[in-house]
Every structure is written in structure tokens, then in C-alpha cells.
């Protein structure tokens, strides 16, 4: 019995810990849910002048083609990734959908790929396989910083404008919802630009000093709007996984308190009714001598 109530109290305490650790990662949730929807609609309505940007400019060149460089599309030989994982784990399968689906695609590259590794678990992980990251960013901050992923871009830009690397590609986890988190990869450069559909709606914008010139600007803005609003759709789906793993292990502890708490009782319940039994025979002994 003693045995029982020992793990009974190891279990409480484990409850106390992670409810509040669920109650940490609901209210990082909150803030991080809030940054992340807020930011689609610029995202969004980004593509959506950029995509015009292109398509006047392209109408402006005799062969139809852009040569601004973050465009360039040329035979993928050696592509990088971009993985972005967590610095701590207990946040469920966050971490390993991302490094499940990391290890596929170098398994596919093989020796032609390189990684930077966003989060001490996805680099970790690369540690384990004998592989050498590109670049590591590691204890980033709940509040992602914009002046990150500018750095981050600044590095994916050089990179690929040098030529090292052909293709660069975001593996994280986009958060649609409090209880689901889709594992992605998004390719960021070169920068797709879109074909037909944005011809017609090219005469909207009134480009000054010119269309190319515009482009230069926004085509590496893109780029850190793309890494930041990755960042921020996998902080929010971490802090999203790690408040539903918590809350599972709340839950898993209550009931295992509730079995041993009747495991206990039925115990206490069988020495209450042997020491009944010794009593009534010793006085029934008695009353026989």
C-alpha cells in the first residue's frame, strides 16, 4: 500500500506540472495563433502585387523572360533545405513529423543536399546522421523577430544568387488549427513567377521609376515575408502541439491517479476485512476456552 500511495503522489505531482505547462503553452498559443492569421492577408495580397509586378514586366521584355536573379530557373543539382523544427521537445509529433519528412528528402537527394537547421531538435537530428548544417539558428526567441528572418532570407538569397545551391525549399509545419498542424515544404527560390492570369490586371499599377526597379525591391521583401511567415506558422503550431501533448499527459495521469486510487482502496479494503476476521476468530477462540 505504501508502494501505491508513493505512485499516487508521483502522479499528482506529474499533473500539477504538465496542466500548468498546457496552461504556458495555451497562452503562447494565443498570442503566437493571433501573429500568424494576422499576417496571411499580407502575404497574400504581396503575391498578388508581385505577381502583376512580373507579368509587366515580362510584357515589357522582347523575349518574354525576366533576368532578375532570385527568378532564374535553372537544372536542380543541389538543393537546400530549410528545416524548422523546436528547441525542446514534450510538443507530441511536432518535431518528428518535420524530421520524418527532412530525412526523406535527403535520403532522395543524397549527397546533394545541404540543410539549415532552424531549432536545436532538427539539429540534433542532423548531428545524429553525420551531416554538417549549412547554418544553424538555435534558442530563437517565442516572439519570432522579424530582423531573423531577415537574416535567414539574407543568407537563402546569397546562396542561391552565388550559385551554390540550385533550389532552396522550407520544411515546417503550417498551423491550420488548435488540434491540426500540416508538415509542408515550400519552395522559396527561385521565386516562381507565375504564368498568364495577371496580364490583364498589369495595367492596375502605376510603376514608378519603373516595373524592374519596383521588382528589385520586392522580390527580396518577398522572400523575407516568406521565411518570417514560416517561422511564425511553426511557433504556432509547436506551442499548438505542445498544449494538446500536455493536456493528453494531464489527462493519462488523472486516470492512472484513478486506478491506483482504487487499487488502494480495494487494498485498505482487504486489510480492514483481514484484520475484521483475526479479531472475530481470536474472540470466538476465546469465547470457546
Given at each position: 500500500m505504501r508502494d501505491i500511495k508513493r505512485r499516487i503522489s508521483s502522479f499528482k505531482n506529474m499533473k500539477?506540472?504538465?496542466?500548468a505547462m498546457e496552461m504556458v503553452a495555451a497562452a503562447k498559443l494565443r498570442r503566437a495563433q493571433r501573429q500568424a492569421v494576422e499576417g496571411r492577408p499580407f502575404a497574400k495580397k504581396l503575391e498578388e502585387v508581385l505577381v502583376r509586378l512580373v507579368e509587366s514586366a515580362r510584357s515589357?521584355?522582347?523575349e518574354g523572360a525576366l533576368l532578375h536573379p532570385?527568378?532564374?530557373?535553372?537544372e536542380v543539382k543541389r538543393a537546400l533545405y530549410v528545416a524548422i523544427t523546436a528547441d525542446r521537445g514534450l510538443a507530441g509529433g511536432y518535431n518528428?513529423?518535420?524530421i520524418r519528412r527532412l530525412g526523406a528528402l535527403l535520403n532522395e537527394r543524397g549527397a546533394e543536399a545541404g540543410v539549415i537547421a532552424i531549432g536545436r531538435r532538427g539539429r540534433d537530428y542532423l548531428r545524429?546522421?553525420?551531416?554538417v548544417p549549412v547554418a544553424e539558428y538555435v534558442q530563437l526567441p517565442d516572439e519570432v523577430d522579424y530582423q531573423v528572418a531577415k537574416e535567414i532570407a539574407g543568407r537563402l538569397m546569397q546562396l542561391f544568387t552565388s550559385g551554390e545551391y540550385d533550389a532552396i525549399y522550407l520544411v515546417y509545419t503550417q498551423f491550420v488549427s488548435a488540434i491540426t498542424q500540416r508538415p509542408v515544404v515550400e519552395q522559396v527560390l527561385p521565386i516562381r513567377a507565375p504564368e498568364g492570369g495577371g496580364a490583364a490586371e498589369a495595367g492596375e499599377y502605376l510603376y514608378e521609376p519603373s516595373a524592374d526597379a519596383v521588382l528589385g525591391i520586392l522580390l527580396p521583401r518577398y522572400v523575407e515575408t516568406e521565411v518570417y511567415r514560416a517561422l511564425i506558422e511553426a511557433k504556432a503550431s509547436e506551442f499548438a502541439a505542445r498544449m494538446t501533448a500536455m493536456r493528453n499527459a494531464t489527462d493519462n495521469a488523472q486516470e492512472l491517479i484513478e486506478s491506483l486510487t482504487l487499487s488502494f482502496n480495494r487494498a485498505r479494503q482487504a486489510s480492514i476485512t483481514k484484520e475484521i476476521s483475526e479479531i472475530v476468530g481470536g474472540a470466538e477462540a476465546l469465547a470457546a476456552d
Open positions: 500539477q506540472i504538465t496542466k515589357k521584355e522582347s532570385l527568378l532564374e530557373e535553372r518528428a513529423n518535420i545524429k546522421r553525420g551531416i
